[in-house]
């Protein structure tokens, strides 16, 4: 039996996520969406659409999540109505409405996995884990220097050099503690500047990892980029070309010399566990070092406080959040599954 396990891309931003995303939407069985912004925002107001076993709570939700343009449903090119029935129809937990959003759009390319792709997802394993326990995470990794090069020139990044180092850190930090303490078989970690140089090598194993068979057309993610990327993101335009590695080691152009500095004091021991070869800068002033620091533990603190938040909530849950929507689910949430009937007996 293949697997019907969803699958959620997670990196530091600018990491290549999005031309992954494109090399796993080329496979035939695969459909990763464009960046949604409805999954972690609909969890954290799970209280206020009530308990999803009551059909008016299922439909208030899925309003919330079609109309809003905040929540970039436009962009999936799915119908909003139709979306709708199909979760006042569906099981009455958060995330079987979610998963049925992100299953619709894979149907909308005869494709039968599903999945979601989102930077800042590896800050929020623990609940998509809540709401797909069968979840598979693949988390890609790239040179820090580049991303935060990369970081700096982005017109949507709000942030500085320091979050952007920060950001990188905790990308890196989740990886070798966080993803220990996912369950079996759910985490796969692989390297962009790997994935760039050769992908065919990196994508099979990836393939092994979901329990899929390799497919050459994920090494040509260019062509299922004028569906999988909107237009808007022009910061995406690369996509739309051929895998290359002209940009990896980029960062010795774009950073200046103490932000170089900045990024091999604080990420270095980080970068050369990675492989990632130092410039040999002299270390970072310390001026700049207590600004980072002190950028690094406002983060920190943020993540606490929503993580304390979030157990309060727990507590006031009024039903289940798992999906019941897979094979996995459906065992984990005790629901037997329904069997298809033979062509023989349905004659009879």
Known sequence: MQ???PIFIVGCPRSGTTLLQLMMHAHPRIAIP???????????????????????????LAKWIVQRRQSRFYELGLDGDDITEKIIEGPGTLGSALGIILRAYAERFGKPRWGDKRPSYFQNTEVLLRLFPDAQFVHLIRDGRDC??????MPWYKGNIYSAVSGWAEAIDFARNGSQRLPADSYHELQYEHLISDPATTLKALC??????FDPAMCEPHLVASVAVPERKT??????????????????????PWEISLCETVLGERLESYGYELAGA????????????????????????????????????????GAQLTSAQLAIAGVPRQRTQSPELASK
């Open 3 to 5: 697997s019907d396990r």
């Open 34 to 60: 464009p960046e949604t912004r409805f999954v972690v925002g609909a969890y954290q107001r799970r209280l206020s659409f009530g308990d999803l076993r009551e059909a008016d709570r299922r439909r208030q």
């Open 148 to 153: 935060v090069a990369s970081l700096k020139e």
């Open 208 to 213: 092994e990892f979901i329990g899929e068979d």
């Open 235 to 256: 910061w995406h335009a690369r996509t739309h070309g051929a895998v290359t590695t002209s940009r990896s080691g980029s960062w010795r152009q774009r950073l200046e």
């Open 282 to 321: 002299p270390k970072a002033p310390m001026s700049r070092l207590a600004a980072y620091e002190r950028t690094a533990a406002r983060r920190k603190l943020s993540r606490m406080r929503k993580k304390t938040f979030d157990r309060f909530v727990r507590m006031r849950e009024p039903n289940p959040m």
